[in-house]
């Protein structure tokens, strides 16, 4: 028997996925921004696996990639360099990751990421008195999946779809594929499949039979909508659906106020605070954190952003790679990209671009303007229409303006410049050399009034216009 609180999970990976026409393979394909694989070996290591082996084949240096990245030196890969089964993937994830392992192996494919962790842990325990165990599962349509064949009650063996006469084709309890064992009745078993059956395949499945013959096969119940498999681009969707509405609960249960979460779209690994506001059709894409009491409007679209406590994103704010601090204030319509930093109270107003700007403490930035390569310090105000001319063909440069400077109207800095504290320019200036703190800069040509020139000038217009010779 094996050590009861033990067990390594084992995902296979290896395959294709021909139907998913992709040259992605299969269990790279995403759902909330997070590889499908990485959502099952996420649930066995949440279930409490010591460590994750993974059958890799297929375009195997992306998928070692993507796992090593985010489990780290929790996953490990067995190769399986050519497909022939289920059976010989786990032959392989045996003699090259565990061959003197004898704890409880947890057996689950790579393309079921809806699994949860509770019911893997559920199915791991059963191996404290069988040497195996599965999930099984209901369809009212089972075309496709293995049939789980029982006498007295007891489950005594899986048929493969292909492999079923018109009997066994009926039964509705299908094999979902999630299975525990005992890793030396498993090292045992494995060895004695064949290639007997319609595929030519060795299937994990057969090990099913064998360990009925030798004692009772543990079985749990789950309904499908945990353990569908992905095979094409509509499951994956299906799968895509289940994830999020699970997300979504959990996420309002925690005290996240959604009017209509059907409507919002947050990836797997963002963090959404208690009493944080999210209006319809935001979506939160890769790694975003937002703080307490920070308010999402109608269609915000966040990438890898930081939402600090109290800040407001009005409707359809854009922003990638970026940090809004606390109490800020943004949109509506404006793009924030990478590496714009907002500070306490800041305010990017309606129709405004930045990027790679530091937007000092109260500092304000209304209308619309562009600001890139900015360094703003605090309480500095810049006005409607502004340009940070910052490239200059060649190179980027760096604007700065130190504390409490206002830039009027309609204004063109020409970087790289410096503003010195309080300094003040003129509305439509364009401003190519340093200012000096406390100084007025204007650059624009004088005005000049001429009295009585404007209905001077309409006359001879209209004369102009009666006789059109000219
Ligand atoms: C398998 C089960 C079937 C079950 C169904 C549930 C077997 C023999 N059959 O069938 O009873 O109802 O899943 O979805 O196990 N893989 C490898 N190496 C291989 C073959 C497959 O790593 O040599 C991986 C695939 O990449 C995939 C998983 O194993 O992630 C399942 O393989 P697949 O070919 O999809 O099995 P099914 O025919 O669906
Ligand atoms: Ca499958």
Redesign the pocket.
């Known amino acids: 028997m094996s050590t009861k609180s033990r067990f390594v999970g084992v995902v296979?990976?290896?395959?294709e996925g021909t139907r998913m026409k992709s040259s992605r393979p299969k269990?790279l394909h995403e759902i909330a921004g997070r590889p499908m694989v990485a959502w099952v070996v996420g649930a066995a290591l949440d279930a409490g696996a010591e460590r994750c082996v993974v059958?890799v084949?297929h375009k195997r240096d992306e998928v070692m990639a993507a796992l090593t990245e985010r489990f780290g030196e929790r996953v490990q890969f067995a190769v399986?360099e050519e497909?022939?089964?289920?059976g010989?993937?786990v032959q392989h994830a045996m003699s090259q990751c565990l061959s003197d392992y004898d704890g409880s192996v947890l057996i689950l494919?790579?393309?079921c990421p809806c699994l949860r962790a509770d019911r893997l842990q559920e199915l791991a325990a059963l191996t404290a008195n069988h040497t195996f165990a599965l999930v099984t599962s209901h369809l009212d349509e089972p075309r496709g999946?293995?049939r789980i064949l029982r006498t007295a009650g007891a489950v005594v063996g899986?048929r493969?779809d292909k492999d079923c006469d018109a009997a066994q084709r009926a039964i509705q309890e299908?094999?979902?594929?999630l299975y525990a064992a005992d890793a030396a009745f498993l090292r045992t078993s494995l060895g004695q499949l064949t290639t007997d059956n319609a595929q030519g395949?060795l299937?994990?499945?057969d090990v099913c039979a064998i360990a009925a013959q030798a004692g009772v096969v543990g079985d749990l119940h789950a309904p499908m909508e945990e353990l569908r498999?992905v095979?094409d681009r509509w499951e994956l969707s299906l799968c895509a659906k289940t994830l999020r509405a699970r997300s979504l609960e959990a996420l309002a249960r925690s005290g996240v106020g959604m009017a209509d979460p059907s409507a919002v779209y947050i990836d797997a690994d963002c963090e959404v605070e208690p009493d944080v506001t999210i209006a319809p059709g935001v979506h939160l894409r890769g790694r975003c954190v937002i703080r307490r009491g920070a308010v999402l409007e109608v269609g915000c679209v966040l990438t890898d952003v930081v939402v600090e406590s109290g800040a407001t994103l009005l409707p359809y704010t854009v922003a990638s790679d970026s940090t809004i601090g606390p109490l800020a204030n943004v949109g509506p319509f404006s793009h924030l990209r990478p590496k714009t930093v907002l500070h306490e109270g800041a305010k990017v107003g309606n129709f405004c671009e930045t990027k790679k700007t530091i937007v000092g403490k109260g500092s304000k930035v209304n209308h619309l303007s562009y600001v890139g390569d900015g360094v703003l310090g605090e309480g500095v105000n810049i006005g409607a229409g502004t340009i940070f001319c910052n490239y200059d063909g060649v190179q980027k440069h760096t604007t700065t303006l130190k504390d409490g400077v206002f830039i009027g109207s309609d204004s063109q800095l020409v970087a790289p410049l410096t503003i010195g504290e309080g300094a003040y320019v003129a509305s439509g200036s364009t401003v190519t050399k340093d200012v000096p703190a406390d100084a007025l800069a204007m650059s624009r040509t004088k005005q000049v009034n001429k009295e009585g020139y404007a209905s001077r000038l309409r006359a001879r217009m209209k004369v102009a216009k009666k006789s059109p010779t000219k």
């Open positions: 296979l990976a290896a395959g269990v059958v084949g399986q497909q022939r089964g289920t010989h993937a494919y790579g393309d999946y293995g899986i493969e299908v094999n979902p594929g395949e299937y994990l499945t498999g095979n």
